[in-house]
């Protein structure tokens, strides 16, 4: 038997055993990913919007919909291995709960905080000799990998965040935004090299992305020339 048969066989042995609901409930997690990029889209409107709280409700209202498939999915696969279908949306909901948490505090969110956003206590049907109901715990772990993954993603955005303030004239968003992405940079430099190799290669991109290094230029010419140049203006000038 060739190796190509023998990985052949492997592969459909696999498939078999791996029940057709759970992988139906992976394709139900992955299809949150549209809604998490849609927030992100829709929390960019907030440098131009006239109502800030409103554009924050409707991404909570997103966010908790994720929320709830993910519970959803908990409790299909009850009993089996949860993590399997982790990086199919945990990263992109660090980063979508991360960048609302920044808009609405100035701050950052921690892992902490996000796990319990994923932690859901539902009521469990009572069994047959029994009438009470037990509170069941479900939870979707956030890993320091996928909190720092989800968080190094957030600093793109927040470097839209800054030039789309300019464009709209207000000048305190950038260098909130500068001083915010100066702190998580010096926390990445901590890690460096040794970390994980996925959050190695994410501090290389970063420091490729110079989006640092743009917002600060941003904030730098706002200092040095925003008094001459005119609101409405400024988006081109910078």
Not at 51 to 76: N, P
Not at 81 to 87: E, I, K, L, P, S
Not at 205 to 211: E, I
Request: proline share 3%; with cysteine.
């Amino acid at each position: 038997m060739s190796s190509r048969e023998g990985l052949g066989g492997f592969r459909k042995r696999k498939h078999d055993n791996f029940p057709h609901s759970q992988r139906r409930d992976g394709r139900d997690v992955s299809s949150s990913s549209p809604v998490m990029l849609r927030t992100i889209f829709l929390l960019h409107r907030i440098t131009s919007a006239p109502d800030m709280e409103e554009i924050l409700a409707e991404s909570e209202f997103k966010l908790d919909g994720v929320r709830q498939k993910i519970l959803h999915v908990a409790q299909e696969l009850s009993g089996a291995d949860m993590h399997q279908f982790h990086r199919a949306t945990t990263t992109e909901y660090v980063e979508a709960v991360s960048f609302q948490h920044f808009i609405k505090t100035r701050s950052l969110i921690s892992m902490e905080e996000i796990n319990k956003q994923l932690t859901f206590t539902t009521e469990d049907k009572p069994c047959l000799h029994s009438q009470d109901k037990q509170l069941v715990t479900w939870r979707l772990k956030i890993t320091p990998v996928d909190y720092l993954l989800g968080v190094a993603d957030l600093t793109g955005e927040l470097m839209l965040v800054c030039i789309n303030s300019v464009g709209n004239g207000d000048i305190d968003t950038p260098f909130e935004v500068s001083q915010f992405l100066c702190q998580v940079y010096d926390g990445f430099s901590f890690i460096g090299n040794s970390g994980p190799y996925e959050v190695s290669k994410k501090l290389y991109t970063l420091k490729q992305s110079l989006s640092l290094a743009k917002v600060e230029n941003a904030c730098c010419a706002l200092k040095v020339r925003g008094s001459e140049i005119p609101k409405h203006m400024q988006a081109d000038a910078f």
